[in-house]
């Protein structure tokens, strides 16, 4: 028996990209940084699947990353990869997938998604003003990403950085997964 997914209702974050402060997102010691090369795309599927998978704040939540997030991060590699690693040695930890020019507004693709086992070290916020400061390399002036009301990413990255909640409601995934929508 399957477990019924739920709504997944997402609040929309809004950051100026002009106003990013600079060399506030340094990747701690001893974690480095990296694009995503356009090959890696397993690598990538394995840790933002390990993510949500194992973030109780996700429960409930399959459809939308199986029919959302998912392809997004899929898209993100077909040419050339929109994708940062934050790596451990030779082990990918962190990914974040972006979208310069997405057809629905959200530059996120998946948000910033770290090991559970490396998380609270600072990776995420590195890894989220790294994935602005990807956008703003891109000629944007402002990045729009999405966060589930409650989790870590709502409550603190997404205010990182100068990032404010829109009132506008975003988009909801039912579980008939008729609408969709990215998540950060």
Known sequence: ???PSKPTLLNRYHWKLAELPSGSGLVPAPFTLRPAGEQELE???RVVQASYDLDPDWSGCAKHINQVILPGL???FE???TCLFLLHGNRV????AYDPEPADGIHFVTGPCVLVEYRNRGIGGALLH???????ARGLTEAVGLARPGTPSAKFLSRKFGGQH???PAPMVQPTGAESAVAA
């Open 74 to 76: 899929r898209r993100a």
């Open 79 to 81: 040419g050339e990869a």
């Open 1 to 3: 028996m399957s477990i």
């Open 130 to 136: 790294a994935t602005l400061e990807a956008l703003g």
């Open 166 to 168: 829109l009132p506008i």
């Open 93 to 96: 930890i962190a990914v974040s």
């Open 43 to 45: 690598d990538a599927v």
